[in-house]
């Protein structure tokens, strides 16, 4: 398939400018680019449509181009948001800028000869453009008129507590003058984007066309919303973010094996590079029996592989296995410590396990599992109490350090999801 075929196959087209012209374009390769605000020092996962589709041009020997948008940046884009963005220093962006390029090189190949990908930040083009020079040369090409028009705008203008104030009104011409730079010094012919960037980049294609008299296209891609209408990416604990300090892996991997069954499909053409026909013959599992979620389990571990790597991603599914009952002996700390903090936990005076230690219906009772001894008790007996994820039917039985996992964790179920770790200090 060409770029074109394969991403409206992903359904990954929302909108693009003359498709005849750009698909023949897109014959031979093009130079295209798509931007980010470093808004945060992690990238997550709503950033991965227009980034992974950067790598999909680029697989198909197109020339991409991350612009780091440290001029843009410091403005903040208004398209989409409710409420204006807070400004952030060039200190902050520069640190941004230089956590982000690190993921980014786990998204797209800059190391080969044919087309490496590059990282160019907007901030090198504008820092020595006057502010009156930008007027005349960039800010005459633009009508108030239209620019009100813009879907980004205008929401925005229509809200009259917030409104819209003028440093965000000029953003628009930022990222057009990235445009117009772009082709001028890298051929550049092409910018991605989420379609709520779409009059942005529309924008800069006009300007491209009457600065330098070039012809360039812009292709949107959709906003992704989960099957509930609810937004991608965000959850109770807030959004999931690709640097593991900020989401561990444990918690980044459940967060596709939990993916709605009706976004499976979907999620697996949007996220990963696996094939057409790899796809379909998941699609056809899952629609003859999903219960088995192989379509969720191929989807969690292409992603996390590909951000993490396979090592990070066998250890998340080991640390997964644990809270479904899986075998506890020969775990490493670090795979256990990934479901820590991701359960109840409760600690105790490592004294009380000493010697004969401490009778299992009590332990039971401090960590908040059972209500009294007796209702333990027969919990217990019920076949119903796990001590490390093995059953449990004697309820004289005591629980000593020896039974401590690293010297200081023990891990209690009852029933089959209700999990305690109890950390001994």
């Not at 190949?109 to 160019?120: C, G, H, I, S, Y």
């Not at 490493?332 to 009380?352: H, L």
Request: proline content about 3%; some cysteine.
């Amino acid at each position: 398939m060409s770029i074109l075929e394969e991403l409206k196959w992903r359904g990954l087209v929302a909108d693009c400018t003359d498709a005849a012209e750009l698909a023949k374009r897109l014959a031979a390769p093009i130079t295209l680019y798509c931007g980010f605000d470093p808004t945060a020092d992690s990238l997550h996962v709503g950033n991965l449509v227009p980034l992974l589709a950067l790598r999909r041009f680029q697989l198909l020997g197109h020339h991409p181009i991350a612009v780091a948008g440290g001029a843009t940046g410091s403005i903040g884009d208004p398209s989409g948001k409710t409420a204006e963005r807070q400004l952030l220093t060039k200190e902050v962006l520069d640190h941004n800028i230089a956590s982000v390029k690190e993921q980014l090189a786990k998204l797209l190949d800059f190391e080969t000869k044919q087309n490496p990908a590059r990282l160019v930040d907007n901030a090198s083009w504008t820092k020595d453009v006057s502010y009156l020079d930008f007027l005349r040369d960039i800010g005459k090409h633009f009508s108030v008129n239209q620019m009100v028009a813009k879907e980004s705008v205008r929401a925005r203008m229509e809200d009259r507590e917030v409104g819209i104030s003028y440093t965000e009104f000029s953003y628009m011409l930022l990222q057009a003058f990235d445009f117009i730079v772009l082709c001028r010094d890298q051929n550049c012919e092409l910018q991605i984007g989420g379609s709520d960037q779409w009059g942005n980049i529309t924008a800069g294609i006009e300007l491209t066309r009457k600065k330098l008299g070039k012809t360039v296209y812009g292709l949107t891609l959709p906003l992704i919303t989960n099957a509930d209408g609810t937004k991608f990416g965000k959850t109770e604990a807030g959004a999931i973010w690709l640097d593991p300090k900020r989401t561990n892996v444990y918690r980044f991997y459940q967060f596709w094996i939990n993916t709605d069954d009706r976004d499976a499909i979907r999620y697996l053409k949007f996220f990963t590079f696996l094939s057409k026909e790899e796809i379909e013959a998941l699609e056809k599992k899952h629609a003859e029996n999903p219960g088995p979620r192989e379509a969720h389990r191929a989807l969690a571990k292409a992603v996390t592989d590909l951000i993490h790597g396979p090592n990070a991603t066998t250890e998340a599914i080991r640390a997964s296995e644990i809270l479904f009952g899986g075998e506890l002996k020969g775990i490493a700390e670090s795979i256990f410590n990934e479901i820590v903090g991701e359960v109840p936990t409760k600690e105790i005076e490592k004294a009380k396990l000493d010697g004969a230690g401490l009778p299992l219906v009590e332990l039971l009772v401090h960590a908040g599992l059972c209500q009294s001894k007796g209702h333990a008790r027969k919990d217990i007996e019920g076949g119903g109490v796990n001590v490390n994820n093995v059953r449990e039917s004697n309820f004289q039985r005591a629980v000593t350090a020896s039974d401590l996992l690293f010297g200081k964790h023990l891990l209690l179920r009852k029933g089959k999801k209700n999990y305690v770790v109890v950390t001994a200090k």
